[in-house]
């Protein structure tokens, strides 16, 4: 249960790594929880613990994902790439945070889908109560994104 | 010496970015090949030869491990090296496919010097492009 405890702090290490290393951008973490997006994408997990992971992106952030990820101009970047990005980000963070968590164990990742927020939802803040939820909010020169973890013993 | 190389993953931005670690990481590379999945790979394969795959674990229609074992079943195919890109890099993942045939594994996120140094691994080259000496009869390597 130990390792449990550090699942907000463990997010926010996959996270940093994850958009440091692919795409080159750094995060902040924030205190706001609600927060609008503009995409979410889910990924779901089995293993010794099992559950999801969303993301909650603005517009902005995914754009510049996609141009530091594949070195192309703002212009050049189609809505197939926005969703592409986002789901393989959600896919890198959910399975170094797996792997933080746990590493001799196998988890089975499902591919990650993702959603365009069209009617202006925010993202869903989890309270102090939900024992299995663990929430983190990242700001990049006024980009927001938000992580959503679900995870509870199989 | 440049090397033909094939990038398997079913997302779009994962392969530009590999391709773009790639060139970024000084490895000699000639052809690249994309496939989205492990049957596409197959597909390719019947026309092109290529001195190394790279490939993702987790995709639709054919899986990298499911890929690992149609190749290695394959009397031409079986010698191709292949390396395995996965996010979820348990050491029993590893094993697993290790077991299946791959040659070498990288866990994502990865940093160029990460991709060229297991490439260069792999094919047994050095870092200056020229072939260096490799142990053991059949090159696996450690992990």
Known sequence: MEAMGKLREMITTSTFEVY???????????????IAYDMSTEITFKGPVEGSMKMYLSDGLVSCMVQNMLSISDEEVSDSMREDCAREATNMVCGNLLRN??????????????????????MPVCSESQADLWQAVFDSDGETLGVLLQMQRS | MSFNVMIVDD??????????????????????LEAGNGKEAMTLLEDNWVDVIISDINMPVMSGLEMLSHLKKDDLF????????????????????????????????????????ILNEVLGVCDDGGYGEIEGDDNDLDF
């Open chain 1, 20 to 34: 440091e290393k692919m795409f080159f951008i750094f995060l902040e973490p924030v205190e706001r929880k609600d």
């Open chain 1, 101 to 122: 968590y746990d590493s001799s164990n196998v988890f089975s990742l499902s591919i990650p889908t993702c959603q365009k927020n069209n009617q202006g939802d925010l």
């Open chain 2, 11 to 32: 997302s779009n931005a994962m392969r530009g970015v590999i391709k773009k670690i790639i060139s970024m990481s000084g490895f000699k590379m000639d052809k690249c």
């Open chain 2, 78 to 117: 079986g010698d191709i090296p292949v390396i395995m890109i996965t996010t979820e890099g348990s050491s029993t993942r590893m094993e697993e496919a290790f077991q299946h045939g791959a040659r070498g594994f990288i866990k994502k996120p990865f940093l160029p010097e990460d991709l060229k140094k």
